[in-house]
């Protein structure tokens, strides 16, 4: 059974740090594309960054220079450092990961986390 699961959010200070973990089980990733979204409250959830299986990297405009993906393919996990922090990047954060050629919409991931809530206070 494939699981993702998520760590690292949590309650933070504008212009703090977090680093949010991403945790695959069931099988291997390394060739797939690995993403995360966030949903703020009362909005849809929205693309923030992708990963592909060459490395190559995706931002959102909004997120370019303060937040980074990587990925540990040896543990089946890939990071999100967040640097900078804004009270608008407050929302819950999913990983997702998915074997499709596009990384920027929900249907293009086939597996998903729960989610880990970021909290930025002003």
């Known amino acids: 059974q494939v699981q993702l699961v998520e760590s690292g959010g949590g309650l933070v200070q504008a212009g703090g740090s977090l680093r949010l973990s991403c945790v695959a089980s069931?099988?291997?990733?390394?060739?797939?594309?690995r993403g995360w979204f966030r949903q703020a409250p009362g909005k849809e959830r929205e693309f923030v960054v992708a990963?592909?299986?060459?490395?190559?990297?995706y931002y959102a405009d909004s997120v370019k220079g303060r937040f980074t993906i990587s990925r540990d393919n040896a543990k089946n996990t890939v990071y999100l450092q967040i640097d900078s922090l804004k009270p608008e990047d407050t929302g819950v954060y999913y990983c997702?990961?998915?074997?499709?050629?596009?990384?920027?919409?929900?249907?293009?991931?086939?597996?998903w986390g729960q989610g880990t809530q970021v909290t930025v206070s002003s």
């Open positions: 997702a990961a998915g074997s499709s050629s596009g990384y920027r919409r929900q249907v293009d991931y086939a597996y």
């Open positions: 990963i592909i299986w060459n490395d190559s990297t």
């Open positions: 069931g099988r291997t990733f390394s060739r797939y594309t």
